[in-house]
């Protein structure tokens, strides 16, 4: 999510010379400190490799349920704690490297939770890409609809016929009207632009809208609303009040694309270049 201007000027680049002649400076001519530096870094960044890649096999094959024995295959594990152990000591036995290869790392943190925070709220939507006819086809219907009510679901299993229930109780949506329920799934939250893939299909006798491949579930549900908006009635979103501490709420916005959504819809659909009679509603109950 660097900034375009940034980019084209190499300010990131800069901003690590400028480190390294600080780093340099200060610890001069030892060679052991670089030496040591440079091992570190390479050990660390096996071992975060390693431990990304046993977390990502952990989720995909948790979603499939899988039993926890088998979840992670045994090389990963080895390999996670190879690596790790291995830079660990490295970091005890020569704490000069992993203060220096810790200085980038920390620089690289603190500009990326910079410009994550300061574009957060930018829209960041291409277009959407249809999985297949039937999708475009039930979307153009949706699009023609006189009043659409969109209902987020969180990723996992659901009940949709209890979560429709309880919408329609709380929300005091009459029956005569339908609700279309939507699925977002991040992809990379470290994407900036986004072409988000969407399917339509019915589960239950409910309309439900997967969208996939998404930088953030607010952004993808804000397009959805946004989209739904250009023709046809204003639809509504509604959502359920989280639990969740609002601090910890924006972190996890920040950092995974997945937290305070409701909140980011509303600001996304507010900033959104629409006159203010075709910006969809957000409700919250």
């Not at 390479?42 to 989720?59: E, G, I």
């Not at 910079?114 to 949706?142: G, N, P, Q, Y």
């Not at 279309?180 to 072409?195: G, K």
């Not at 359920?240 to 709420?249: H, I, K, L």
């Amino acid at each position: 999510m660097e900034f375009s201007w940034s980019v084209k000027l190499g300010v990131l680049a800069y901003l690590f010379l400028a480190l390294k002649f600080v780093l340099i400076a200060y610890y001069a001519t030892d060679i052991d400190a670089h030496r040591a530096a440079y091992l570190t870094a390479v050990l660390a960044l096996f071992a975060f490799a390693a431990l990304a890649a046993t977390v990502d096999v952990w989720q995909r094959r948790t979603a499939r349920e899988w039993r926890k024995a088998l979840r992670v295959p045994p090389v990963f594990l080895l390999a996670l704690a190879t690596f790790g152990a291995c830079t660990i000591l490295v970091a005890w036995t020569r704490p000069v490297g992993a203060v220096v290869a810790g200085a980038f790392v920390a620089l690289v943190l603190v500009l990326s939770v910079i410009s994550r925070a300061w574009r957060s709220t930018e829209f960041r939507f291409e277009a959407f890409e249809f999985a297949d006819k039937v999708t475009e086809h039930e979307w153009e219907r949706l699009m023609a609809a006189d009043l659409p009510i969109l209902v987020p679901l969180r990723p996992g299993k659901h009940d949709l016929r209890a979560r429709e229930i309880e919408v329609r109780t709380r929300h005091r949506i009459p029956g005569t009207l339908p609700i279309m329920f939507v699925l977002a799934e991040v992809a990379d939250p470290s994407d900036f632009n986004q072409r988000p893939l969407v399917r339509i299909a019915r589960e239950e006798g409910r309309v439900v809208i997967h969208i996939t491949r998404c930088c953030s579930v607010a952004h993808a549900v804000a397009a959805c609303a946004l989209e739904l908006a250009k023709t046809g009635g204003v639809p509504e979103v509604h959502f359920g009040w989280s639990v969740e501490n609002p601090v910890t709420a924006n972190l996890h916005f920040v950092l995974f694309g997945i937290g305070n959504v409701p909140w980011m819809v509303y600001t996304l659909i507010r900033r959104a270049d629409v006159p203010d009679d075709r910006k969809p509603h957000v409700i919250v109950a």
